[in-house]
């Protein structure tokens, strides 16, 4: 459509005109350079009402996945908490062993065996020490006090991983071995501290059962959070060429309306010829 009659100048139409142009024009290149400036493609939802809602909603994810992958580093460091008291009580205890065997030996005489005894009870003593001392952020994880422990390992309520790894007593009593005695009856005491290693390295598989699944799930998590976060981006962020090509192009048709908007504003000038 062309600006209007020039004959006529109460009502500058190619001026108006020409004004709403660049206005618009100036809208454009206020949106992208906005864009630039922030790096989002969407700055309100009223730039895409639809894409903030679904971009909305992925970010909420991301961020609860990026707190479970958090949660799940938790969780393995209170396992290996455990597993390190675990391992210790496991070296105890093969000590232990090593000084049932020297006293199963009629070469040493009945003061050697108490002296072995009483390293047996020292040696039992701390055993019973790691079990009620070994702690995670105030949890007691070695005294059987445990009864399942569950973890959130993703964004939603369901997406929770349970373990009874640490549902374990791992103190002298529950291992059998609060009562041995070399002086009476060395090979029994043998006998209960293999009992007590074979219950150890059952528990202790069971800790890395469970540290092995948490490991499986992070990198699904991390793989899951990545993909997601690539999802909002897509639809959040700003191509920085088509926007960076956006402003020069409406700087350009800025300043061809500015121009136009001067010739539309001179025009009804012409009419004065006629009046000559």
Same mark, same amino acid.
């Given at each position: 459509? %062309? ?11 190619? &001026? ?23 790096? %989002? ?8 009402? &639809? ?13 609860? /996945? %990026? ?8 969780? /393995? ?25 020297? &006293?199963?030996? !009629? ?35 070695? !005294? ?33 071995? !609060? ?93 004065? %010829?006629?009046?000559?």
């Amino acid at each position: 459509m %062309s600006f209007g009659d020039l004959t006529r100048i109460n009502t500058n139409l190619q &001026a108006l005109r020409a004004n709403n142009s660049l206005q618009m024009t100036n809208q454009r290149l206020g949106d992208a350079q906005l864009r630039l400036a922030t790096g %989002s493609r969407i700055n309100s939802a009223a730039d895409d009402s &639809a894409g903030f809602a679904l971009a909305s909603q992925l970010e909420a994810r991301v961020r609860g /996945q %990026s707190q479970a992958q958090a949660n799940i580093g938790d969780a /393995q460091s209170m396992l290996t908490v455990a597993e390190g008291g675990a391992n210790t009580i496991m070296d105890i205890v093969q000590s232990l062993k090593e000084k049932a065997v020297q &006293a199963n030996n !009629d070469s040493l005489g009945d003061e050697e065996v108490q002296l072995i005894q009483n390293q047996i009870e020292a040696l039992r003593g701390e055993i019973d020490d790691i079990a009620a001392g070994t702690d995670f952020n105030g949890v007691n994880l070695l !005294d059987g006090s445990i009864d399942g422990l569950t973890f959130q390992v993703d964004a939603d309520s369901g997406d929770t991983f349970t373990t009874t790894a640490l549902d374990d007593n791992f103190d002298s009593a529950t291992l059998g071995i !609060d009562a041995i005695d070399v002086t009476d009856d060395a090979g029994a005491a043998l006998d209960a501290v293999d009992s007590a290693i074979d219950t150890l390295a059952a528990s202790l598989g069971g800790i890395g059962d469970a540290q092995n699944s948490l490991e499986f799930r992070l990198q699904n998590l991390t793989t899951a959070t990545d993909n997601n976060e690539a999802a909002r981006s897509r639809i959040m962020d700003a191509d920085f060429a088509k926007e960076q090509m956006e402003v020069v192009k409406q700087q350009i048709l800025q300043q061809t309306g500015t121009a136009a908007l001067a010739q539309a504003n001179a025009a009804p000038q012409s009419v004065l %010829s006629l009046l000559q």
